[in-house]
């Protein structure tokens, strides 16, 4: 339970992304279960990216997508697009569901309050032999997080929705992936769980069979199930997330299905979903 006197209070923070955001019906169903933990009680944060969103308002604006790496180099322009993509829609639309519900949220990034500060990522590579610096543009990582803004509002009965841009001590603006962003947030809040939502039931040992679910996890293993392919692709960031999350403060982290609502309350009601990652 969230005492109003304790900025202490334990917290859960869910990383909202995938198919759930695409889907407007999934959308609502999932933001309802989330918010029926404030319902009972408890504190909740939420944060989220919006790919598909950043790739279509690019796309208006005929401002075509370099990847280098699997990475989107975001030039001056195209970063306006972004933050109108991730602050102007998609946390716009999330503020909004949950205030209909009856809730009170607040719509943020890691700009306000000076709440997350970025720092210029600078992405390395292997060319010829030699390792090679590439630019990658307004694309950052987190350098520094600052609780205050978030405490106050959750003290006063707010759901925090903050979205993964940030400035950097100069204040020039980066979007900074999702996942990172939300590890790290988790773990300076020092949150009771940090939920990770996916299109999956959790880290599965065979991708292909659902049956092969992995209910627990400790961080030390981790490094081999990389190693053997385990955790690839997608999950991989996602698994990282979790590790920052735990080694900066967070109780532990959990990976869900985030098309499946239900799941959300069966981890309250105590039932083993998804995998549990644990020191």
């Known amino acids: 339970m969230l005492n109003s006197n304790d900025p202490d209070q334990q917290v859960i923070l869910f990383k ?4 759930a955001m695409t889907d407007n019906k999934l959308k609502k169903e999932i933001i309802q279960a989330i918010c029926s933990l404030k319902s009972k009680g408890h504190a909740v944060v939420i944060v989220h990216g919006g790919g598909p969103f950043i790739k279509q ?27 109108m993509a991730l602050k102007g829609k998609v946390n716009g639309s999330l503020v909004g569901i949950i205030n209909a519900l009856g809730h009170k949220a607040v719509g943020l990034s890691g700009k306000d309050g000076a709440m997350v500060t970025a720092t210029k990522r ?6 010829g032999g030699k390792e090679e610096v590439v630019d990658l543009g307004q694309v950052g990582d987190v350098a520094e997080v600052d609780t205050t803004l978030i405490r106050l509002l959750l003290r006063h009965g707010y759901i925090p929705v903050v979205t993964c841009l940030a400035a950097d001590k100069s204040g020039t603006g980066y979007n900074i992936n999702a996942d990172m962003f939300a590890g790290h947030l988790a773990g300076a809040l020092g949150v009771s769980q940090y939920i990770v939502l996916t299109d999956v039931d959790g880290l599965l040992m065979d991708k292909d069979d659902p049956r092969s679910l992995i209910r627990n996890l400790r961080l030390p293993e981790t490094a081999s199930l990389v190693d ?7 999950m991989i960031p996602k698994i990282e997330s979790c590790e920052i999350a735990i080694d900066k403060g967070a109780g532990s982290a959990r990976i869900i299905n985030g098309t499946k609502p239900a799941q959300v309350i069966e981890i309250m009601e105590g039932k083993e979903t998804g995998t549990l990652i644990t020191k």
């Open 122 to 127: 600078l992405h390395k590579r292997i060319t």
């Open 228 to 234: 053997d392919g385990i955790i690839a692709g997608g």
């Open 57 to 83: 308002a690019l796309e208006d604006a005929r401002i075509e997508s370099e990847f280098i790496d699997g990475h989107r180099k975001t030039t001056a322009k195209a970063f306006e697009y972004v933050e």
């Open 16 to 19: 909202y992304g995938g198919n």
